[in-house]
């Protein structure tokens, strides 16, 4: 579970920082030459600048997306939990077994009639069947209601980068 409050001071970001952003999202695989050329830099201080977004956080990580039904997790489950308990040392239970399952790439706290949302892949019904008698068996739970992804129609990982977190050094 992440913890918003351990982040470091917001980093002051630009235009170029924004393009950046922008090129990593859609392939991190290119080369510093190539961003640099498409910034508008050389490649030393693209590469700098690089290495500050990732020192303060902006980028997480760098990875390769693969397509679920092709590694055989044709499955797409959205899973909605009605929690047990709100206690900290119930959520803390819940967030560690569920880091432990790696069928689970997102597990939200939502606000509403619903305190938890879960994103999980899995081969099939028979093995998303599994998944849920573990996943009631770990803590108390008033309820789990499961939605079944028939087609993904978008899917993306790209943030948008919202104008309003980078500076516009035109203007100095």
Not at 88 to 111: S, T
Request: charged share 25%.
């Amino acid at each position: 579970m992440s913890d918003n409050s351990a982040r470091p001071a917001p980093l002051v970001m630009d235009e170029i920082d924004r393009k950046l952003l922008g090129l990593l999202q859609q392939d991190c695989t290119l080369s510093i030459a190539e961003m640099a050329d498409r910034v508008g830099l050389s490649p030393t201080p693209c590469w700098k600048r690089i290495q500050k977004l990732e020192a303060a956080g902006v980028v997480l990580r760098r990875v390769a997306l693969v397509d679920p039904a092709r590694v055989g997790m044709g499955l797409t489950v959205f899973v909605a939990i009605e929690a047990g308990s709100h206690s900290p040392e119930w959520l803390e239970r819940f967030a560690a077994a569920l880091e432990a399952m790696p069928a689970v790439l997102e597990f939200h706290r939502m606000a509403g009639d619903v305190d938890y949302m879960l994103r999980v892949v899995t081969a099939d019904m028979a093995e998303y069947d599994a998944f849920y008698k573990r996943l009631i068996a770990v803590v108390p739970l008033k309820n789990v209601t499961s939605r079944f992804a028939m087609e993904r129609i978008k899917s993306s990982t790209a943030v948008p980068l919202h104008p309003s977190a980078f500076i516009d050094r035109r203007a100095d």
